[in-house]
Structure formats: structure tokens, C-alpha cells
């Protein structure tokens, strides 16, 4: 109980930390002398993460400026089967673990978020199926830059193969003990400059759990989204 509690208070701490220091803290990036390695801390209500990129060669992580999107699709594809960064990642997803703290240790509040059949609580924490995960990543791994801005921490893309592991899983706001493993070719990036936002993500994977009550999959996902706010709309 008690370590469900302070759990919960942590929760609460990042989840406003983090809404209250988001501009400040995505900038946050650490890199050796030869540009070889790389520490980024993100901060965020729902995604929470730290970042050690490394790179497997002799030569620094490459930097791209002036790129279409295309270009980068192209070059990342191009190169994906001989991975040349690694990525480590923790990552917490604090609203997550706050919706299944609060139904567990304060299921009156939780109870009293309910109106008619909709739970305000389920509505505002929802989001991911763990309240955090390790990743390993193992391909090629590009940073967004413009001259004139600073970097963004996780302004990268990335293409390779990613192996996510963790030990418990959320279900309607319960945390149920789940020893699961994940497995995913990705083709991923976020740009974001003060004119542009342009996000992408392309996974193929299958997702395994030890649980018997947990249902294994195999999926695939396509997402994108864009807003240029230099653009006219046939560029888009």
C-alpha cells in the first residue's frame, strides 16, 4: 500500500512537472565532443522519457537540415539494414499510472469522476497499455536541425528494429502483473521547427505476454501528420 501511494504521488508530481515545464524541457540535449553520443531527456503529462543514443561507428550522429521529407524516408530507408546508431530508452507514462493509481487507493474520488456511463478520470488518464517500458533500439538515427533554433530534444527519425519490455499492463485503469515483450520494425520521426510540425510513424510488430488473460498480437500501423505553416496547400 504504501508503495502504491508514493507511486501515485510521483505520478502526480511528473504529470504536473511536466505541463508546466514542457517548452523548457524538450530542449534539453546532452552530446559528447565528437557527436557520437547523445542524452535527451523528454517531459511530458503522458509520455515521459530518457534517451541515451549512441552511435556503432567511428563517425557522429548525423544532423539534417535541409531536407524534404522524401529525402529523409529515402536515405533512412536506404540504409536501414545495417544499423549504425543504438538507442536505450526508459520511458513512465504518468496520467496512465495516475488513472490506475487513483482507481485503486482512491476509489471514491475515482467513483465520483463517473457522469451517467463516462468516467472523467478514464477520459483524461487513457492513453497507454503500460505505466512504463524499456526499449532497445538498433538501426539509423537522424537529428532535425534548423540554423537560427535551438534543438528539440526527440526531433529525430529513426528506422531500424525495437524491442520493448516491461512487467505490468493496464487494463480499464487496473494494473495487471504482465511480463511482456515487443517486437517492431520502425520507421519513425518527429520534426518540429516554429514554423512546421511534421510527425510520422510506420511500425510493423507482434506483442507477446506471459499473462494467459492477455491476448498476444501481431499488428501494423501508418500514421502522419503535418502542419506547415509556410506551405500552401499543394505542397502538403
Known amino acids: 500500500m504504501l508503495f502504491s501511494r508514493t507511486f501515485g504521488i510521483l505520478c502526480v508530481v511528473v504529470a504536473v512537472y511536466a505541463c508546466t515545464?514542457?517548452?523548457?524541457?524538450?530542449?534539453?540535449?546532452?552530446?559528447?565532443?565528437?557527436?557520437?553520443?547523445a542524452f535527451e531527456m523528454e517531459w511530458d503529462a503522458y509520455y515521459t522519457s530518457a534517451d541515451l543514443i549512441f552511435s556503432l561507428t567511428d563517425k557522429p550522429i548525423p544532423t539534417v537540415e535541409g531536407k524534404t521529407e522524401l529525402e529523409v524516408y529515402r536515405d533512412l530507408l536506404k540504409r536501414s539494414f545495417l544499423p549504425r546508431q543504438m538507442l536505450l530508452e526508459a520511458s513512465v507514462y504518468p496520467m496512465s499510472?495516475?488513472?490506475?493509481?487513483?482507481?485503486?487507493?482512491?476509489?471514491?474520488?475515482?467513483?465520483?469522476?463517473?457522469?451517467g456511463g463516462f468516467n472523467v478520470i478514464d477520459a483524461i488518464t487513457s492513453g497507454f497499455e503500460e505505466p512504463y517500458a524499456f526499449s532497445i533500439f538498433a538501426g539509423n538515427v537522424v537529428q532535425f536541425k534548423r540554423k537560427g533554433e535551438p534543438y528539440r530534444a526527440g526531433n529525430n527519425g529513426y528506422m531500424g528494429f525495437l524491442f520493448n519490455f516491461g512487467n505490468y499492463h493496464i487494463k480499464d485503469n487496473d494494473?495487471?502483473?504482465?511480463?511482456?515483450?515487443?517486437?517492431?520494425?520502425?520507421?519513425?520521426?518527429?520534426?518540429?521547427f516554429s514554423d512546421l510540425k511534421l510527425l510520422w510513424s510506420f511500425r510493423l510488430g507482434a506483442k507477446f505476454h506471459h499473462n494467459p488473460e492477455i491476448t498476444d498480437s501481431v499488428y501494423v500501423s501508418l500514421r502522419r501528420s503535418r502542419l506547415d505553416y509556410a506551405a500552401s496547400a499543394s505542397d502538403i
Do not use: H, M
Open 97 to 115: 499510472c495516475l488513472g490506475g493509481w487513483l482507481k485503486q487507493d482512491e476509489p471514491r474520488l475515482y467513483d465520483d469522476a463517473k457522469i
Open 175 to 192: 494494473f495487471i502483473y504482465d511480463k511482456w515483450r515487443e517486437i517492431e520494425v520502425k520507421l519513425k520521426g518527429d520534426r518540429i
Open 21 to 37: 515545464s514542457y517548452a523548457e524541457t524538450r530542449t534539453g540535449e546532452q552530446e559528447d565532443a565528437a557527436g557520437r553520443v
